[in-house]
């Protein structure tokens, strides 16, 4: 018998369930740093209905990747700069999943080894 923990109870990794209180201590971030961070468009968590933050497991591996680069000397501008790139690097990366599945199962019409194709002769300039 194999052992599987039960997922069916498990929110979305994007789901926002912990209050900023529990996120700060799941982060190690002060509560007030993960105010900041928002201000600065670095993470948006979720709003209740009342107006308060909730963060999702998306959220918290963003705040660590974000104590990297602060850990690394990066300032809150360059923070936000390399996040909207790795998103955007994501986001072309699965559409080229998608898109080359469908490549692969036709051939391409530049194939081929370079010794197959013809090449220009070369000429001696000596």
């Known amino acids: 018998m194999i052992?599987?923990?039960d997922t069916a109870g498990m929110?979305?990794?994007s789901q926002g369930v912990y209050g900023i209180t529990v996120a700060a201590e799941l982060s190690g971030?002060?509560?007030?740093?993960?105010?900041?961070?928002?201000?600065h468009g670095l993470l948006t968590p979720i709003r209740s209905d009342g107006g308060t933050r909730r963060y999702s497991?998306?959220?918290?591996?963003?705040?660590r990747r974000?104590?990297?680069?602060?850990?690394?000397g990066v300032n809150?501008?360059?923070?936000g700069r390399i996040l909207d790139l790795e998103d955007?690097?994501?986001e072309l990366l699965a559409e080229n999943s998608a898109t080359g599945d469908k490549a692969m199962k036709k051939?391409?019409?530049?194939?081929?080894?370079?010794?197959?194709?013809?090449r220009p002769p070369t000429t001696n300039l000596l």
């Open 57 to 63: 497991a998306d959220d918290l591996a963003r705040l």
């Open 88 to 90: 955007d690097n994501a």
């Open 76 to 79: 809150l501008a360059g923070i």
């Open 29 to 39: 971030i002060a509560v007030q740093s993960l105010r900041l961070y928002e201000r």
């Open 3 to 5: 052992d599987r923990p």
């Open 11 to 13: 929110p979305a990794p």
């Open 66 to 72: 974000i104590s990297e680069l602060i850990a690394a």
């Open 107 to 118: 051939p391409s019409p530049t194939s081929g080894s370079i010794s197959s194709r013809t």
